[in-house]
């Protein structure tokens, strides 16, 4: 069972940024797909970005494409999400997630049912 451990949330006023960081307990996610989805009450959980870690391939849906950028830290074994020009519509709990690619498969996955793994999620709040 892969554990994920998302951090870096918490209250900014709206034009202000954060990075949310995603850690596993895997060695490496070499042989993962990793993405970020949010979530507000309510409302569907929705993707956001994801990278295939072994050939570092990214992808974005396409309202996050121009303010958040998905990375990796190879040495730290962590998947990070800035997040720029934040909007109080940005308000959601955010979670990473991680799906099993051992062949090193080049096709990214939006669908959250796609992924096996989730973290507890980390909660960011946007004032005005």
């Known amino acids: 069972q892969v554990q994920l451990v998302e951090s870096g949330g918490g209250l900014v006023q709206a034009g202000g940024s954060l990075r949310l960081s995603c850690t596993a307990s895997?060695?490496?996610?070499?042989?993962?797909?990793v993405g970020w989805f949010r979530q507000v009450s309510g409302k569907e959980r929705k993707f956001l970005a994801s990278?295939?870690?072994?050939?570092?391939?990214?992808y974005y849906a396409d309202s996050m494409r121009d303010r958040f950028t998905i990375s990796r830290d190879n040495a730290k074994n962590t998947v990070y999400l800035q997040m720029n020009s934040l909007k109080p519509d940005d308000t959601a709990a955010y979670y990473c997630?991680?799906?099993?690619?051992?062949?090193?498969?080049?096709?990214?996955?939006?669908?959250?049912?796609?992924?096996?793994?989730w973290g507890q999620g980390t909660q960011v709040t946007v004032s005005s």
């Open positions: 895997e060695r490496t996610f070499s042989s993962y797909n």
């Open positions: 997630a991680a799906r099993r690619n051992p062949g090193g498969g080049s096709i990214h996955y939006t669908d959250r049912d796609a992924y096996n793994y």
């Open positions: 990278i295939i870690w072994s050939v570092n391939s990214t």
